[in-house]
Antibody, heavy 119, light 107 residues
């Protein structure tokens, strides 16, 4: 059974950079049918897609976040990561990592990690 | 930017049928997926590719699409079906797009 687990700091300061890691277990990250993505949810709000990456190439980012986001994949550790720069309070959210199948849906999700941006 | 529009809330009585819509320009030419999110929990896929159910999802949940509107139908609604429901589709310009979510109340 595929499982995803987010890890990272719960509190970051404004203007700093957020780095989160998603560890994948129960299956290889180097899968030809999978994209690996990040989705966030601000308090009391809906789901917002951040970006998705194929293990050895194609990467897609939300146009509204593209200038601040980088998603990377580390096949040796079966992990993928999110880097979000120039943080503001508006980036306070629960961040989920998820697997997106080639056909378009997110079929496995991590439990989410809460990130607060505050000085 | 591409948008998917859902009603903010729906209410249904136990045992009745609930319908949640999701509309977007050209949605009929895309695959629509649906997620359920209980309070404090991660989203769970309940319908993919308009009408397919993942294993383990009861057949009370069904999906359909007509024109540019997709519909999630929950029959025989139970109190534990109280949750937020989101639709999602892929747009060639904006990539993944989620609807704003619908809070379903069973009372």
């Amino acid at each position: 059974q595929l499982q995803l687990q987010e890890s990272g700091p719960g509190l970051v300061k404004p203007s700093e950079t957020l780095s989160l890691i998603c560890t994948v277990s129960g299956g290889p990250i180097s899968s030809d049918i999978s994209y690996w993505g990040w989705v966030r949810q601000s308090p009391g709000k809906g789901l917002e897609w951040i970006g998705s990456k194929f293990y050895n190439g194609n990467t897609y980012y939300n146009p509204s976040l593209k200038s601040r986001v980088t998603i990377s994949v580390d096949t040796s550790k079966n992990q993928f990561s999110l880097r979000l720069t120039s943080l503001t309070a508006a980036d306070t959210a629960i961040y989920y990592c998820a697997r997106r199948l080639n056909v378009g849906h997110f079929d496995h999700w991590g439990q989410g990690t809460r990130v607060t941006v505050s000085s | 930017s591409y948008e998917l529009t859902q009603p903010p809330s729906v209410s249904v009585s136990p045992g009745q049928t609930a319908t949640i819509t999701c509309s977007g320009h050209g949605l009929g030419r895309k695959f629509v997926h649906w997620y359920r999110q209980e309070p404090g929990r991660s989203p769970v896929l309940i319908i993919y590719e308009d009408k397919k159910r993942p294993s383990g999802i009861p057949d009370r949940f069904s999906g359909s699409i007509s024109g540019d509107t997709a519909t999630l139908t929950i029959s025989g609604t139970q109190t534990e079906d109280e949750a937020d429901y989101y639709c999602q589709a892929w747009d060639s310009v904006n990539a993944e797009v989620f609807g704003g979510g619908t809070k379903m109340t069973v009372l």
